[in-house]
């Protein structure tokens, strides 16, 4: 079956360094996959799009890497600040006939002043 | 910032009656989504829509209906409400840029079913 895996557990990190997150997927062959970040009782807010012929995004202090022979993508967040302490979510395209984006579970980060 | 909204942004309502979510869009987009989110966990597709006319159920189980009689109102329906609807309900549309789809949400209602 079709799996869209990101870390539960909580990621924490001190102010001023990079953050990493995972993103990990089985039985999909997306053309491309998004990365969205969520605040506690909000809606997700789209950060970056990566397609299957690109190896790397950037935009500002984000960085997404994106590699279909491990199925999995990157994503970075360098310098944090601790206003990007959220839930970052993953999303891919769905094979099903509709193609609708199917969201990972998601990794909270906190980030330390 | 994008242009969706919802209302209630906060209900809490007795088991039986009942509900319509409401959730409006100005960015003409064709595609809407209803998803379900408990604090914590993962979005769950309930009910999307095409474009006017047009709704399909989602990858959930849901007791809700919708309906999308104009391109810009998306609303939810639940006839008799149960403490198990207890949830965060996300609408979100979508424009696609070239050949990919990007969603926008709106910011939710919580709903409480006592």
């Known amino acids: 079956s079709q799996k869209i895996e990101q870390n539960s557990e909580a990621l924490n990190i001190q102010e001023g360094k990079t953050a990493t997150l995972t993103c990990n997927y089985t039985?999909?062959?997306?053309?491309?996959l998004q990365w969205y970040r969520q605040d506690p009782g909000r809606g997700p807010v789209f950060l970056l799009l990566?397609?299957?012929?690109?190896k790397e995004k950037r935009k500002e202090r984000l960085k997404v890497t994106f590699d279909t022979t491990l199925k999995q993508s990157l994503f970075h967040i360098t310098a944090s600040q601790p206003a990007d302490s959220a839930t970052y979510l993953c999303a891919l395209v769905g094979d099903t006939g509709r193609r609708a984006l199917t969201f990972g579970s998601g990794t909270r980060l906190q980030v330390q002043p | 910032e994008a242009d969706i909204y919802q209302t209630p942004r906060y209900l809490v309502i007795g088991t039986g009656k009942k509900i319509t979510l409401e959730c409006s869009q100005t960015m003409g987009h064709d595609k809407m989504y209803w998803y379900q989110q408990d604090p914590g966990m993962e979005l769950h597709l309930i009910h999307y829509s095409y474009g006017v006319n047009s709704t399909e159920k989602g990858d959930l189980s849901s007791e809700s209906t919708v309906s999308r009689i104009r391109t810009e109102h998306f609303p939810l329906t639940l006839e008799s409400a149960r403490p198990s609807h207890t949830s965060q309900y996300l609408c979100?549309?979508?424009?696609?840029?070239?050949?990919?789809?990007?969603?926008?949400f709106g910011p939710g209602t919580r709903l409480l079913v006592l």
């Open positions: 979100a549309s979508s424009e696609w840029r070239g050949d990919a789809e990007t969603q926008y």
């Open positions: 990566i397609r299957e012929n690109e």
């Open positions: 039985n999909y062959s997306p053309a491309y």
